[in-house]
């Protein structure tokens, strides 16, 4: 005898109810494991991948990420993430992850580890240089052809990203406009 496609699913709808009103409410089955987030700490974030900014929870064991999820409770994404977010555990569990300062110097082929205490310093070496060679107290604006005081750089640029939060975009742009700096731009922009 055949079975209609509408006679199948109502027999899938009552098997299933009956499956599901067979067990007590709240009560696990005896042989589901434990929620692998149980005993975890239990931490916030901001998914620092752009400027959407949406809130997760991290829980971590013995001081390793075990899971991440997006936050119910955050205002941006409710819960909710994008597969970029959803995915952001493997930043932190990855050995393919940076964990070093590496340089490659001018024409050569090969990286060298190197401090932060040296990188930090390079950075502000190489900064004060460039702004010496390229700033500019006074420009010609091409419009009207007078000259008008810029007090400023076009040979360096300032990126900030979405792992920001807005106290320090504010340093960081204080920053760069104290520095003399004109492009200041957003990764989530580019
Ligand atoms: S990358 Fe995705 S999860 Fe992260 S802030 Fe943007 S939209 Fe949200």
């Known amino acids: 005898m055949g079975v209609s496609r509408r006679k199948f699913l109502q027999g899938g709808v009552l098997a299933a109810a009956g499956v599901a009103l067979s067990g007590k409410p709240g009560e696990a089955s005896v042989d589901s494991p434990d929620i692998r987030t149980k005993g975890a700490k239990v931490s916030t974030t901001i998914c620092p991948f752009c400027s959407v900014g949406c809130g997760l929870v991290v829980h971590t064991k013995n001081g390793k990420v075990i899971n991440t999820e997006g936050d119910p409770q955050h205002p941006i994404n409710q819960g909710s993430l994008c597969p970029k977010g959803g995915a952001l555990?493997?930043?932190?569990?990855?050995?393919?992850?940076?964990?070093?300062?590496?340089?490659?110097?001018?024409?050569?082929?090969?990286?060298?580890?190197?401090?932060?205490?040296?990188?930090?310093?390079?950075?502000?070496?190489?900064?004060?240089?460039?702004?010496?060679?390229?700033?500019?107290?006074?420009?010609?604006?091409?419009?009207?052809?007078?000259?008008?005081?810029?007090?400023?750089?076009?040979?360096?640029?300032?990126?900030?990203?979405?792992?920001?939060?807005?106290?320090?975009?504010?340093?960081?742009?204080?920053?760069?406009?104290?520095?003399?700096?004109?492009?200041?731009?957003?990764?989530?922009?580019?």
């Open 89 to 190: 555990f493997q930043i932190a569990n990855n050995d393919r992850r940076l964990q070093k300062v590496m340089y490659r110097a001018p024409g050569s082929d090969k990286w060298e580890e190197k401090s932060w205490d040296w990188a930090l310093d390079r950075i502000a070496q190489r900064m004060k240089e460039t702004r010496d060679k390229t700033f500019k107290v006074k420009e010609v604006n091409k419009k009207d052809n007078k000259e008008y005081v810029v007090n400023r750089t076009d040979g360096l640029a300032f990126f900030g990203g979405a792992g920001l939060d807005n106290e320090e975009c504010y340093l960081w742009s204080k920053f760069g406009r104290a520095m003399g700096v004109g492009n200041l731009e957003h990764q989530a922009r580019l």
